[in-house]
Nanobody, 120 residues
Framework: QVQLVESGGGLVQAGGSLRLSCAAS????????MRWYRQAPGKERELVAG???????NYGDFVKGRFTISRDNAKNTVFLQMNILKLEDTAVYYC??????????????WGQGTQVTVSS
């Protein structure tokens, strides 16, 4: 069983930064593909960033170089560094983990989410 716990969310002014953390339990973390998703009220869930077990990253187009995903396998933790935050970044951010050549959201492990609120 893999359990994920997100932390680091909070209230920040536009232009500020936050670093989200997702701590995973289990012994197979280094094999997992990790992703950050977010969901704002009234909007569909969207992919923010992903990182493979090999460290290959991908990002949603809206990030525009502001966010960076990374992982520390020794700590079983994935991070999302968010800079130059905008009002539209306000959402609940979820960490997800998948195992396999194709990430399948329906069978992935999910954290409970952490709220990020960006104020003007």
């Amino acid at each position: 069983q893999v359990q994920l716990v997100e932390s680091g969310g909070g209230l920040v002014q536009a232009g500020g930064s936050l670093r989200l953390s997702c701590a995973a339990s289990g012994s197979i973390f280094s094999r997992l593909t990790m992703r950050w998703y977010r969901q704002a009220p009234g909007k569909e869930r969207e992919l923010v960033a992903g990182i493979s077990s090999y460290g290959i990253t991908n990002y949603g187009d809206f990030v525009k170089g502001r966010f960076t995903i990374s992982r520390d396998n020794a700590k079983n933790t994935v991070f999302l560094q968010m800079n130059i935050l905008k009002l539209e970044d306000t959402a609940v951010y979820y960490c997800a983990a998948g195992l396999g050549s194709v990430f399948r959201e329906e069978i992935a492990h999910w954290g409970q989410g952490t709220q990020v609120t960006v104020s003007s």
